[in-house]
C-alpha cells in the first residue's frame, strides 16, 4: 500500500501562484510515476502533469508554460508549482502515483483561484 497526502492548496486571485507537494509513504520502492490530477465541479477527473522515475514528464495542454511537476525521489515527494493561475483551474487537485499496476490516490486538495 501507498498513502499520499498532498498540501498547498488554497485560495489565489487570478495570476498568482500556488506550489502543491504530495508525500508518499508506506511501500513506496518501485514507484513508477507520480502526478496530478484535478476535477472541477461538474466535469469529469483529468490528468494535469505527470513524472517517472526517470524524469519524464507529460502535461495537459492549458497549463503549459504554466504549471511544473517536479519530484524529490530522496524525500519520496512530487510538487506541482502553478503560476498565472486562471478561475477554469479551480478543482480538486489529486495526487496520483503508479507502482507495480497499481493506482494510489490522495484525499485532495482544494485550488481555488477567483477575484
Known amino acids: 500500500q501507498v498513502q499520499l497526502v498532498e498540501s498547498g492548496g488554497g485560495a489565489v486571485q487570478p495570476g498568482g501562484s500556488l506550489r502543491l507537494s504530495c508525500v508518499a509513504s508506506g511501500s513506496i520502492f518501485s514507484i513508477y510515476r507520480m502526478g496530478w490530477y484535478r476535477q472541477a465541479p461538474g466535469k469529469q477527473r483529468e490528468m494535469v502533469a505527470t513524472?517517472?522515475?526517470?524524469?519524464?514528464?507529460t502535461s495537459l495542454d492549458s497549463v503549459k508554460g504554466r504549471f511544473t511537476i517536479s519530484r524529490d525521489n530522496a524525500k519520496n515527494t512530487v510538487y506541482l508549482q502553478m503560476n498565472s493561475l486562471k478561475p477554469e483551474d479551480t478543482a480538486v487537485y489529486y495526487c496520483?502515483?503508479?507502482?507495480?499496476?497499481?493506482?494510489?490516490w490522495g484525499k485532495g486538495t482544494l485550488v481555488t483561484v477567483s477575484s
Open positions: 513524472i517517472t522515475s526517470a524524469g519524464t514528464t
Open positions: 496520483n502515483v503508479v507502482r507495480s499496476g497499481m493506482v494510489y
